[in-house]
T-cell receptor, first 116, second 114 residues
Framework: GAGVSQSPSNKVTEKGKDVELRCDPI?????LYWYRQSLGQGLEFLIY??????PDKSGLPSDRFSAERTGGSVSTLTIQRTQQEDSAVYLC????????WGYGYTFGSGTRLTVV | KQEVTQIPAALSVPEGENLVLNCSFT??????LQWFRQDPGKGLTSLLL?????REQTSGRLNASLDKSSGRSTLYIAASQPGDSATYLC?????????????FGPGTRLSVLP
């Protein structure tokens, strides 16, 4: 697609429920990143995909968080047994990989997750 | 370890003023530097991307410069408007393909008063 698409744009869920957040990157962008941003805070790195592989999961805050990517395209971030501290804006970005030319990032508009 | 800082943290100006936002990074071994705008609760919108071999980029009322040797970039906004109010972040891209090869600054929150 023309841009990075994230859905849903807003999600309100009850504590303890599971949620799935979706990211559809720009076509051809093999690198995909998930971040989250709590209110008034900076970007917190969660996970990085290169193709369907996730060589860097170091930012996932707990084993309740998981992500997958299929077909080198769409990625899904799943949060199990949501807690109130999971409330944040979840941002996805995609990029062409480093191949000797520094490509930039393109971000989606984010998913605002509220756990009540 | 690459660190990115931005000064000032917040800025409030009257409409029509020209202003400069500053970004500093500690390691000059970067591929590029990118300026973003973020509206509250929203994603990041890319404004300008400067490759390490470039000195500046311009888009409309925005001009970004890069001095890699001194580890500094500035974003110049001409004739500011209330619609420019947002948080502005800079990010440097490091060499290699890994998760944290983009390092973000904390942002400057800009308010342009009508």
């Amino acid at each position: 697609g023309a841009g990075v698409s994230q859905s849903p744009s807003n999600k309100v869920t009850e504590k303890g429920k599971d949620v799935e957040l979706r990211c559809d990157p720009i076509s051809g962008h093999t690198a995909l990143y998930w971040y989250r941003q709590s209110l008034g805070q900076g970007l917190e790195f969660l996970i990085y995909f290169q193709g369907n592989s996730a060589p860097d999961k170091s930012g996932l805050p707990s084993d309740r968080f998981s992500a997958e990517r299929t077909g080198g395209s769409v990625s899904t971030l799943t949060i199990q047994r949501t807690q109130q501290e999971d409330s944040a804006v979840y941002l996805c970005a995609s990029s062409l990989p480093d191949s000797g030319w520094g490509y930039g990032y393109t971000f989606g508009s984010g998913t605002r997750l509220t756990v009540v | 370890k690459q660190e990115v800082t931005q000064i000032p943290a917040a800025l409030s100006v009257p409409e029509g003023e020209n202003l400069v936002l500053n970004c500093s990074f500690t390691d000059s071994a970067i591929y590029n530097l990118q300026w973003f705008r973020q509206d509250p609760g929203k994603g990041l919108t890319s404004l300008l991307l400067i490759q390490s071999s470039q000195r500046e980029q311009t888009s409309g009322r925005l001009n970004a410069s890069l001095d890699k040797s001194s580890g500094r970039s500035t974003l110049y906004i001409a004739a500011s408007q209330p619609g420019d109010s947002a948080t502005y972040l800079c990010a440097v891209r490091l060499f290699g393909n890994y998760g944290q090869n983009f390092v973000f600054g904390p942002g400057t929150r800009l308010s342009v008063l009508p």
